[in-house]
């Protein structure tokens, strides 16, 4: 690296048609922007957006505080999970900003960032987390790690219980606010 450059790891992504997507990717200094309801409606309407414009089945998700799971699997043989989390997160920070700044400016200071060419930021930067999912084993494990992360981290006593997760969807206690595509699902 020369004086002057900086590092800024990349997310390696692999776009291979039939796998499905683990994804996570966090908010600003992983402050708890998504504790309020209105910032997750925000996500509910985003990724309902991107899976009508980028074609791709919900299998799993849960939004966390600071961070979110998604696994979702693209139905088109050629697709970019890049182009997807960008159509997912890059409309929640903008709602989130223009209320900000609209209804509370003085909050607007969380998600300061210091720079002039981008003074505000909701997601943390980078590409997050994104691990091709390529057997049932492998999609059936990591959908208990994320729809029990509101367990592990004491927010709920049961994965059920928590409003922004497909985990009662899957348990068929109730219905969340995100549509799961339980027909596409390669288990029944």
């Given at each position: 690296m020369l004086d002057g450059e900086r590092y800024t790891k990349r997310c390696q992504r692999w776009?291979?048609?039939?796998h499905a997507h683990e994804l996570t990717f966090n908010c600003y200094g992983s402050r708890p922007f998504l504790s309020r309801q209105r910032t997750c409606e925000y996500l509910v309407d985003s990724i309902n957006a991107a899976r009508q414009k980028y074609d791709f089945d919900l299998w799993a998700y849960v939004f966390m505080?600071?961070?979110v799971h998604l696994i979702l699997c693209p139905r088109q043989e050629i697709y970019s999970v890049s182009a997807i989390l960008l159509a997912i997160k890059q409309p929640v920070s903008?709602?989130?900003?223009?209320?900000l700044k609209n209804n509370n400016p003085a909050g607007l200071r969380l998600l300061a960032t210091g720079q002039e060419a981008r003074p505000y930021r909701f997601w943390q930067k980078g590409?997050?987390?994104d691990r091709n999912i390529t057997t049932v084993?492998?999609?059936?494990?990591a959908m208990r790690y994320i729809h029990n992360n509101p367990?592990?981290?004491?927010?709920?006593?049961?994965?059920?219980?928590w409003r922004y997760s497909s985990a009662a969807d899957w348990s068929e206690a109730r219905i969340g606010p995100l549509t799961i595509d339980h027909d596409s699902f390669p288990v029944s």
């Amino acid at each position: 690296m020369l004086d002057g450059e900086r590092y800024t790891k990349r997310c390696q992504r692999w776009n291979t048609a039939g796998h499905a997507h683990e994804l996570t990717f966090n908010c600003y200094g992983s402050r708890p922007f998504l504790s309020r309801q209105r910032t997750c409606e925000y996500l509910v309407d985003s990724i309902n957006a991107a899976r009508q414009k980028y074609d791709f089945d919900l299998w799993a998700y849960v939004f966390m505080p600071n961070h979110v799971h998604l696994i979702l699997c693209p139905r088109q043989e050629i697709y970019s999970v890049s182009a997807i989390l960008l159509a997912i997160k890059q409309p929640v920070s903008r709602r989130a900003i223009e209320y900000l700044k609209n209804n509370n400016p003085a909050g607007l200071r969380l998600l300061a960032t210091g720079q002039e060419a981008r003074p505000y930021r909701f997601w943390q930067k980078g590409g997050g987390y994104d691990r091709n999912i390529t057997t049932v084993k492998t999609l059936l494990e990591a959908m208990r790690y994320i729809h029990n992360n509101p367990v592990r981290k004491e927010l709920a006593q049961a994965a059920d219980e928590w409003r922004y997760s497909s985990a009662a969807d899957w348990s068929e206690a109730r219905i969340g606010p995100l549509t799961i595509d339980h027909d596409s699902f390669p288990v029944s």
